[in-house]
């Protein structure tokens, strides 16, 4: 199998929904024009919710109540058109009446000239003001989309027509929605999908590699079975909500031709979607998925749909007689309504043509960078302050803590925090503080090493001053630095298992405070017995005094079991890291 080429960038497939239902605080001015909300479902045919005006008439300047009601709903989205051309941009503008239930939106480079929701909280009514513009139509309707829930919603419910005086009547009739297209049947799948052949018939995709969905309920399945012009696509894994599959031109989100399968009300429904940048999936219509079926068993989901090689026409779906990197991913769904992917999704090493060999591949759920990442981390963080810094600190001079620790924690520091800016191509915002602290313990230590370069004379008077001032610096840098490990640990491209990440941690805290504690209280009652020969040296066993022979064999089995202790932390922490 051709080595691993692990991916670069977390890929944050399928976050959250589309337009009114899946952006709460109404920010949907992209569905303007079509006023159509990108769901999967076929919108409701017969309005529950009724527009009323203040007034039938109206000259431009003119202020009218517009009231939007009905049934209980959580979105919403209101324009006023040219009762002539419905398709035509929006007419005036709005002025709110209760700006914490709605807000003003920009269509058409027209500020006000929308009104959608604020908030997903349910309400039964809407007021708002529309103000006539100069230059108006003769006759002006109102449309809203209406929102109830995710699969249930009304798009462009016409309002009242209102005229100007002395114009001809209004004669046009009222256009009609156009209809959706029609849902495609699904059927159901009578038994467990077959891996036996795969690399024979079958381009695979799996987790465990060579995992069998007959048998393995946490096995990731897909497959891909071309068939003269078309390729069967068959996909299986455990799942609370959906299971989806995209396909990429890079290692990056964006601009990805993807298919979901969103389980709601126990029924599953398979439905093409693209991803344009790190943002919302954005749900299409009519796209020609034939052969369509689904089965739930035991917290598994299957689904299987049958596309053509090429769609020429067809819009954001892409050639499969190209290479493209695959990636499959799962996450929760409430009413339809997709969430986040529960862990970082399965991605292929490199890029494969799934009408090309069959073959049966395997995939990452972490990323290289952000492994290497974490591995020159824990290095930096494991050995550096506390296998250098350490033994340095209660056995040696500190003076000679200086040259070894800080160089190698400046330099594996550094290192992290630029292995971490450019693995996360725009995602630190998912990152949390992690980048932020690190960066932060990267500066300290660097610090350490310009005050080492200028560090005063022993006898010096300012060397005190030195001391404590590396001291300090020394010790918030690795207070941050832990901190920022804990943190790293939860990055979803590092994928670590949990709970057992964060009690390491907690325990090689632990083992190292508890460790240091002893040797300070050691040192402590050492240091009463030494005879300290030169009031200028600062020391705590700095002589092979008697008590200081005494003390030394004690000193070298903690050493031996500290070293050995944080030694099988690390191997711990990076054999989890390999292992992803």
Request: glycine fraction near 6%.
């Amino acid at each position: 199998m051709t080595a691993p080429g692990f991916t670069v960038s977390a890929f944050i497939l399928l976050l959250h929904v589309s337009f009114v239902a899946n952006y709460p605080s109404g920010k949907v001015t992209k569905s303007c024009g079509g006023m159509i909300p990108e769901h999967g479902h076929t919108p409701q045919s017969h309005p529950a919710h009724n527009i009323s005006v203040s007034q039938k008439t109206f000259r431009p300047g003119d202020q009218i109540k517009v009231t939007l009601s009905g049934p209980p709903f959580k979105g919403f989205l209101l324009e006023a058109r040219d009762a002539e051309n419905l398709s035509g941009p929006p007419v005036g503008s709005f002025t709110l009446i209760d700006s914490h239930v709605s807000q003003l939106l920009t269509c058409e480079d027209v500020q006000g000239s929308a009104v959608s929701h604020r908030s997903p909280s349910k309400k039964t009514e809407i007021k708002v003001f529309w103000d006539a513009p100069s230059g108006a139509p003769n006759h002006i309707t109102f449309l809203a989309t209406v929102v109830e829930k995710y699969k249930i919603y009304w798009v462009k419910i016409p309002g009242p027509v209102i005229s100007q005086p002395n114009v001809p009547p209004f004669t046009t009739p009222e256009a009609t929605i156009a209809p959706m297209p029609t849902v495609p049947s699904v059927s159901h799948l009578t038994r467990s999908f077959n891996a036996s052949d795969c690399g024979n018939k079958k381009f695979c995709i799996r987790s465990p590699l060579n995992c069998d969905p007959e048998k393995e309920r946490a096995c990731v399945f897909l497959s891909f079975t071309r068939d003269d012009q078309s390729v069967m696509v068959e996909m299986s894994g455990p799942s609370k909500g959906y299971l989806s599959v995209a396909f990429s031109h890079d290692r990056w989100m964006g601009d990805d031709d993807a298919y979901v399968c969103i389980l709601e009300d126990q029924i599953v429904h398979i439905q093409p979607s693209h991803l344009t940048g790190r943002s919302h999936p954005i749900m299409d219509f009519g796209d020609p998925l034939e052969d369509m079926a689904w089965r739930l068993v035991d917290g598994v989901m299957q689904c299987s749909f049958r596309r053509n090689i090429t769609l020429p026409g067809v819009k954001n779906r892409f050639d499969l007689n190209a290479s493209y990197y695959i990636f499959v991913a799962d996450g929760a769904a409430v009413d339809g309504r997709i969430h986040k992917h529960s862990q970082q999704p399965l991605i292929t090493y490199e890029k494969y043509n799934v009408t090309g060999d069959p073959k049966n591949i395997g995939g990452s759920h972490s990323l290289l960078l952000l492994k290497v990442h974490g591995a020159s981390n824990s290095h930096a963080h494991y050995f550096c302050p506390h296998l250098y810094c350490f033994p340095s600190a209660f056995y040696l001079q500190r003076r000679l803590e200086l040259g070894t620790c800080d160089k190698c924690n400046a330099y594996f520091t550094n290192f992290v925090a630029c292995s971490l800016h450019s693995c996360d191509k725009g995602g630190k915002k998912h990152a949390g503080y992690h980048p932020y602290l690190g960066f932060i313990v990267m500066v300290l230590a660097v610090l350490q090493l310009l005050l080492a370069a200028f560090r005063p004379p022993l006898h010096d008077p300012r060397r005190q001053m030195f001391n404590w001032t590396h001291w300090s610096m020394g010790t918030a840098a690795r207070i941050i630095a832990v901190a920022a490990m804990f943190l790293g640990m939860d990055l979803p491209g590092l994928n670590l298992p949990g709970p057992w990440k964060t009690y390491a941690m907690i325990g090689f805290v632990a083992w190292h405070v508890g460790t240091e504690i002893i040797l300070e209280i050691h040192a402590y009652r050492l240091s009463r017995k030494v005879e300290i020969l030169d009031d200028d040296r600062i020391q705590i066993l700095q002589s092979f005094t008697a008590a200081e022979a005494e003390g030394y064999v004690f000193k070298k089995v903690v050493l031996a079991i500290y070293v050995c202790g944080n030694l099988t932390f690390l191997t711990m922490f990076l054999s989890a890291i390999n292992r992803l």
